[in-house]
């Protein structure tokens, strides 16, 4: 996909930026709507509520946990996500897909509902509610590619309110030039990293191997941080006594994935390097100084 410049407007009804946000591309028929679960009833008013849509409900998880997400679709957005707050507990946010014109039908939520589970499961970055994401709707190809259009939309919409539920955390740059890798290798202590950094912060990649134990100077936050991290599953044991990445995850800073792999302190922008020997600092941020 070509990536162009765009223009988004965010609408706050109640002038309220932790509110309801309506968020469109100006040129395009797509809203967003993000709903605080507090504010239900406020959206359940707006006439958007009575249209066909798609519904993704938000729910954060805890620390180091994957975020979690529900997503459904109804001719009767107002009846269902009343249900879902009556009986659903873990959601705090709902993203409501809709059309401006309106003009959104049973057949394109069905498709949108199945497309957007199978791309939240490919990306990996939230855990989906749903269990089984049935069998793929029938769609006739001019109103699936109609669809892929809406989806296209909606999914810029998403990650610019927040919510990157369909964007790998991998993904190639502008032009498929792909982000260029950094390595953590530790052999005394069996540690082969390899990862990415990112505008959203660094991303140690599937299949990067770990040290099992912490040494004495990781320090006691140090220590419990790196236990959250096996309890939720970001690290696994392996067979052959070190701790593995299952899949990519994402940490806000180099350090903190530096280390999650070493068991002990350490400065991320110092031990990450690329594959010519360059560390992270001097690839990233000395270019920064010499070119203010």
């Keep these: ?10 609408f706050l009804p109640s002038g309220e930026p932790h509110g309801i946000r309506i968020a469109e591309i100006t040129t395009r028929i797509v809203q967003v709507i993000e709903v605080p679960r507090s504010l239900l009833s406020s959206f359940l008013a707006m006439e958007q509520s009575s249209q066909v849509g798609v519904y993704f409900l938000i729910g954060e998880g805890g620390e180091d946990e994957e975020r979690l997400v529900y ?8 009846a269902r996500l009343t249900t879902h707050n009556q009986t659903k507990d873990f959601w705090e946010r709902a993203l409501v897909l809709v059309s401006k014109t309106n003009s959104l039908t049973q057949t394109h939520a069905l498709f949108l509902e199945w497309h957007a589970l199978q791309q ?16 793929r709707p029938h769609t006739p190809a001019p109103l699936e590619a109609e669809c892929l259009e809406v989806f296209e939309t909606g999914s810029i919409l998403f990650s610019s309110l927040g919510y990157p539920l369909f964007d790998a955390l991998s993904k190639l740059k502008q032009g498929n030039t792909p982000e260029p890798y ?3 290798r530790s052999p005394s202590a069996g540690v082969e990293g390899k990862g990415l950094y ?23 936050s140090n220590a419990r941080w790196r236990q959250r991290l096996l309890d939720a599953g970001v690290m696994q044991p392996d067979d052959e006594g070190g701790l593995v990445f299952p899949k990519d995850h994402l940490f806000k800073a180099p350090s ?37």
């Design 1 to 10: 996909m070509t990536t162009t410049p765009k223009t988004i407007q965010i």
């Design 71 to 78: 997503v459904g679709q109804s001719g009767d957005l107002r």
């Design 120 to 135: 939240i499961r490919s990306a990996g970055r939230f855990a989906d509610e749903n269990g089984n994401s049935g069998s």
């Design 182 to 184: 950094f390595y953590l």
């Design 198 to 220: 990112t505008a959203e912060g660094f991303v140690v990649l599937a299949g990067s191997i770990g040290r099992l134990s912490n040494a004495p100077s990781i320090g006691e």
């Design 256 to 292: 903190g994935a530096a280390i999650a792999l070493l068991g002990r302190r350490a400065n991320g922008w110092m031990e990450w390097k690329s594959d010519k020997g360059q560390t992270l600092h001097q690839l990233i941020r000395e270019p920064e100084v010499s070119n203010p």
